[in-house]
């Protein structure tokens, strides 16, 4: 059995003439965690949606945990816990009944660890539609934790989030990382990625145009500095 957790070859995605994800090809290894860099339109969100089954590809294809996206998108699914960049919550439950509908769904889960995790604390049990962009966004990170499911796949999942949420949010990623499941977190916080990811990979018009180790931190700012 391979110990690659995400395996994506020749991935392309088109929407009419444009090209949003021109065939990429990317390898991720179980326990890794890789930082998805890139301005606005370079085709990071696309390809976060089409390994979580949110969109289908025009080519190419998508394995996660030995599971094909495409053919079986819902037992895809259950491997992966995932934060999309502007999360679809239901308005009129509390975030620990979304949170208990969530581990309903996948078969278990610590509640009221996602809760801790979260930094929800006495506002679990308010309605979700009274919460800050910074209370749901810790309410989605919730959900997606709290099965501590193999693969994670978070898109801008940091924004909003005090700097004491966005430090304790890291620091579970970590521990979840080093009993081996793999994260795949996009974001513009570069500093973030720094202290924690193992591999950076950054997308340019829909382009893999640099993947490496965290030494490679200062061409990407340069390359992104570049493109502005």
Known sequence: MSDMAIEIKNLRKEYGAVVAVDGIDLSIPSGAFVGLVGHNGAGKT????????QLSP?????????????????QARSRLGTVPEHPALYDYLSAREMIEFVTDIRGGGDIEWALKVAGLGADADRLIREYSQGMRRKTALACALVSRPPVLVLDEALNGL??????????????LRQDGATVVL????????????????????????ADGDVSILSDVRARLDAAE
């Open 58 to 74: 025009t080519a190419g294809s998508v394995v996660v945990s030995g599971v094909d996206v495409v053919e079986n998108p819902e």
């Open 186 to 209: 996009s974001t513009h916080i570069l500093d973030t990625l720094e202290k924690v990811a193992d591999r950076i990979v950054l997308m340019q018009k829909g382009h893999v145009v």
């Open 46 to 53: 696309t390809t976060l949606r089409m390994l979580t089954a």
């Open 162 to 175: 005090d700097p004491a949420s966005a430090t304790r949010v890291v620091g579970v990623l970590n521990e």
